[in-house]
T-cell receptor, first 116, second 110 residues
Framework: NAGVMQNPRHLVRRRGQEARLRCSPM?????VYWYRQLPEEGLKFMVY????????ESGMPKERFSAEFPKEGPSILRIQQVVRGDSAAYFC??????????????FGEGSWLTVV | GQNIDQPTEMTATEGAIVQINCTYQ??????LFWYQQHAGEAPTFLSY????GLEEKGRFSSFLSRSKGYSYLLLKELQMKDSASYLC???????????FGKGTTLSVSS
């Protein structure tokens, strides 16, 4: 049973370009979470999605960042006009139902974004 | 809102026992999670406590006191491979996503 799949694993973008990070949840999981981890810092919650719905985006920066989880296909975290401060590891996680009520949340291997 | 505190770093030697503490403040409690994260890798689930007391799972045990807002992760018979960051997490106030502490970096030496 494949785990949470993220791609690309490593992405380099120039300032001002767009970054798209993809996440396929574990089989049977319909809930997806995105986290950002800056060097020497903890995991910061960004957004929680179900299929076609954003449930909680309280951790998302107001500008340049967006996320979706379409009916078909992976969840996508999109960062427009990237800046150096966006350089970080972006982790996706999934759970079978509403997370954090005794449901374990499983993480993908992460996507490392470097903005040059 | 949530607030989670853990020590930043700890060191120990192979074969020893180490206790990693976590204090938390949360509006509405729905359990506490511990994850392990090796450098450059994904966090992996270790334990989940929702009731007070000690949960033992092999070399790792996790303890919870809801009245004190306190948990600890106990690692026994330490091995070099236990060198990692240990993350304490509680559900977000809406009971959905997990909010993580900054993690405790454990270094195990021979």
């Amino acid at each position: 049973n494949a785990g949470v799949m993220q791609n690309p694993r490593h992405l380099v973008r120039r300032r001002g370009q767009e970054a798209r990070l993809r996440c396929s949840p574990m089989k049977g999981h319909s809930h997806v979470y995105w986290y950002r981890q800056l060097p020497e810092e903890g995991l910061k919650f960004m957004v929680y999605l179900q299929k076609e719905n954003i449930i909680d985006e309280s951790g998302m920066p107001k500008e340049r960042f967006s996320a979706e989880f379409p009916k078909e296909g992976p969840s996508i975290l999109r960062i427009q006009q990237v800046v150096r401060g966006d350089s970080a590891a972006y982790f996706c996680a999934s759970s079978p139902s509403q997370g954090a009520f005794g449901n374990t949340i499983y993480f993908g291997e992460g996507s490392w974004l470097t903005v040059v | 809102g949530q607030n989670i505190d853990q020590p930043t770093e700890m060191t120990a030697t192979e074969g020893a026992i180490v206790q990693i503490n976590c204090t938390y403040q949360t509006s509405g409690f729905n359990g506490l999670f511990w994850y392990q994260q090796h450098a450059g890798e994904a966090p992996t689930f270790l334990s989940y406590n929702v009731l007070d007391g000690l949960e033992e799972k092999g070399r790792f045990s996790s303890f919870l006191s809801r009245s004190k807002g306190y948990s600890y992760l106990l690692l026994k018979e330490l091995q070099m491979k236990d060198s990692a960051s240990y993350l304490c997490a509680v559900p977000y106030q809406a009971g959905t996503a997990l909010i993580f502490g900054k993690g405790t970096t454990l270094s195990v030496s021979s």
